[in-house]
Structure formats: C-alpha cells, structure tokens
C-alpha cells in the first residue's frame, strides 16, 4: 500500500528553476533507492537521478551540473532541485521507490520548459 506522489511541476522559462518533490506514505520497509525519471511527448522514460539508502547519488549526463536529488527520510519526501532548465527538460517526471521484491511508480508531475 505504499504510494508516491510528485508535486512542483509547471511553466518555467528557459534558465529558470524548479523544485520537485516525492512523497511517500504507508509502510515502507528497506528501501533501495528512489529515482527520478521523466518522459517527454512521444520518447521513452529516461533516468533522472537516484539517490541510495545511504544517500549516493547518480545523474544522467544531460542533468548533470543542473540537477541535484536529496531526501529527508523524517518527511519521507525526495527532492529534485533544477536549474538552468532547458527546452529539452520539457517532461512528465516520475519518482519510483526500489525496495525488496518490487518497485512503486508515482503518478508524475509534468513540467514545460519554455519562454
């Protein structure tokens, strides 16, 4: 019964800043890790970044620089911090929570990069 829920999406121009959050509620038991990814108008759900249990972190190539994950376990919330966004970031962006035997896809919040 574990959910996840993004929020922090919408319009932003080229260069501006965005902060996106996951939250988690009900039992959650030994996480793996939460990632986010995104998935823009006809193109196949990419990974964002990742953030570990033990808070190591990984980011695509095309974020790094720009984005940056973290989490507060008290809140049970992961954050995605963007800046310098670009027209390219223009996505639906997922969180998703790995823990043992499976994996929770949030419902995704969609953000538009553009002037």
């Known amino acids: 019964q574990v959910q996840l829920v993004e929020s922090g999406g919408g319009l932003v121009q080229p260069g501006g800043s965005l902060r996106l959050s996951c939250a988690a509620s009900?039992?959650?038991?030994?996480?793996?890790?939460i990632g986010w990814y995104r998935q823009a108008s006809g193109k196949q759900r990419e990974l964002v970044a990742t953030?570990?249990?033990?808070?190591?972190?990984n980011y695509a190539d095309s974020v790094k620089g720009r984005f940056t994950i973290s989490r507060d376990n008290a809140k049970n919330t992961v954050w995605l911090q963007s800046h310098s966004l670009k027209p390219e970031d223009t996505a639906v962006y997922y969180c998703n929570l790995k823990f043992p035997g499976d994996e929770v896809w949030g419902q995704g919040t969609l953000v538009t990069v553009s002037s």
């Open positions: 953030i570990t249990s033990s808070s190591s972190t």
């Open positions: 009900g039992s959650i038991l030994s996480i793996y890790a």
